[in-house]
């Protein structure tokens, strides 16, 4: 009986120790993987064990998640350029048709070519613009915008099939889940504003005798939604990325981080205003800077009625609000940099405020050049991808004074 009570208090014993030794061990891996940067996720999941969880969020997987978001939003840069390149070479009315799947592959013989050049003389921009255009000519501006169209699924696709394989990883925290399905939604919605802006331009219209064109309103809605995807998904990618800064909050960062907020605003709503410059053709209207022709102030500033319709539709109006917007965001970059000054910000800072201040300056003369020279098709390009430029920049400085020191 002794023996039977001491073997019993040996096994307790015994189990008290691995249970000791057990709870050590878990405190020394949670320990490890908090100094390893995991999230509280991932320590969580140490403790409890789920079985069937192949992966949670941590360091490694918030790394990969925030290099794909900023992959995405280069490939959305792209779009974006195509896009203006299409615009400006007056190519976006040459498929007339929409078809996610058919229209992947163009035509291939000189029949199937024929009977969709035959399609396109059937709507305005033919009749009025290009009555004597070639099959060859045709050509050209079909694989420009065949090309704008394939980019554009490709960004789908690039959003969607690795939202679909993180989120059976488990890559994804409960809040990113909401956004990355906000960002696929919105990828999808922008491809179908993309056919009911170029439907605008199909449509025959008897008392306009104006050139046909996609409508304003409908092209700074297409190039809006690009922006504000680029913006969400390079914000949320560069979160992800970025270390967190070691400096104090003071009331002077948070002036700062007001001051950029409102600059990097001002960018957006110039880039916005360029869709208009481009729906109107507003920037052959006057090619002289500083002043518009012969005036600070052109006669015809107001000529539409009611007043507030030339904001929209009158391309002097238009092009003098985008040349205001322009020199007032350059004030506003070059009033941030030097208020920086002041202070003492990490090195990361310091470099994104220059690089800012740099493309805000080269974008001015970008946009000069542009009208000086009668709009041509690599300047205005460039012009376009300099205020993409801008945007990337102030994104970055608001993400790296988002991401300090408590």
């Known amino acids: 009986m002794s023996a039977l009570l001491r073997a019993v208090s040996w096994g307790c014993r015994r189990s008290a120790v691995a249970g000791l030794q057990l709870r050590e061990t878990r405190s020394l891996l949670r320990s490890w993987l908090i100094k390893r940067g995991r999230s509280t996720v991932a320590t969580e999941a140490v403790q409890t064990q789920v079985p069937g969880v192949v992966s ?49 592959k163009p035509p291939q013989t000189e029949a199937e070519w024929e009977a969709e050049f035959q399609k396109y003389q059937k709507y305005p921009e033919f009749k009025i613009l290009n009555h004597d255009m070639t099959l060859t000519e045709f050509k050209a501006i079909f694989y420009m915008e065949w090309g704008h169209r394939m980019w554009g699924r490709l960004v789908g696709l690039a959003y969607i099939l690795p939202t679909v394989y993180f989120w059976r990883k488990g890559y994804f925290t409960r809040s990113m889940k909401g956004s990355v399905l906000g960002l ?82 001002l960018v957006f709503l110039t880039a916005l205003s360029g869709a208009f410059v481009a729906g109107l053709d507003a920037g052959l209207v006057y090619n002289s800077f500083p002043k518009m022709g012969e005036c600070w102030v052109p006669d015809d500033l107001l000529a539409f009625s009611p007043a507030l319709k030339n904001f929209f539709e009158n391309p002097t109006t238009v092009q003098f609000d985008h040349r205001i917007l322009g020199i007032t965001t350059v004030a506003a970059i070059t009033g941030l940099y030097m208020f920086s000054r002041r202070m003492m910000l990490p090195r990361r800072v310091k470099i994104a405020l220059g690089c800012l201040l740099a493309m805000a300056y080269t974008q001015v003369g970008l946009g000069i050049s542009t009208l000086l020279f009668y709009v041509p098709t690599p300047l205005a390009a460039s012009h376009q991808s300099g205020s993409l430029a801008l945007l990337t920049l102030a994104i970055w400085i608001l993400a790296e004074l988002r991401k300090v020191a408590k």
């Not at 040459?94 to 078809?99: E, L, R």
């Open 56 to 104: 949670v969020p941590n360091a490694a997987s918030n790394r990969i998640v925030g290099r794909w978001l900023v992959g995405c939003s280069g490939l959305v840069f792209g779009a974006v350029l195509l896009g203006g390149v299409t615009r400006l070479t007056e190519s976006g009315l040459s498929m007339v048709d929409w078809h996610l799947v058919k229209e992947m």
């Open 184 to 265: 696929c939604a919105f990828v999808s919605f922008q491809g179908l504003l993309g056919w009911y802006m170029v439907k605008s331009g199909l449509e025959e219209k008897p008392e306009s005798y104006d050139v046909p064109r996609v409508s304003q309103y409908r092209l700074a809605a297409h190039l809006g939604s690009a922006l504000v995807l680029y913006c969400a998904s390079l914000w949320m990618g560069l979160s992800l990325l970025l270390p967190t800064n070691k400096v104090p909050v003071t009331r002077q960062l948070n002036l700062l981080r007001r001051f950029a907020l409102g600059t990097g605003g």
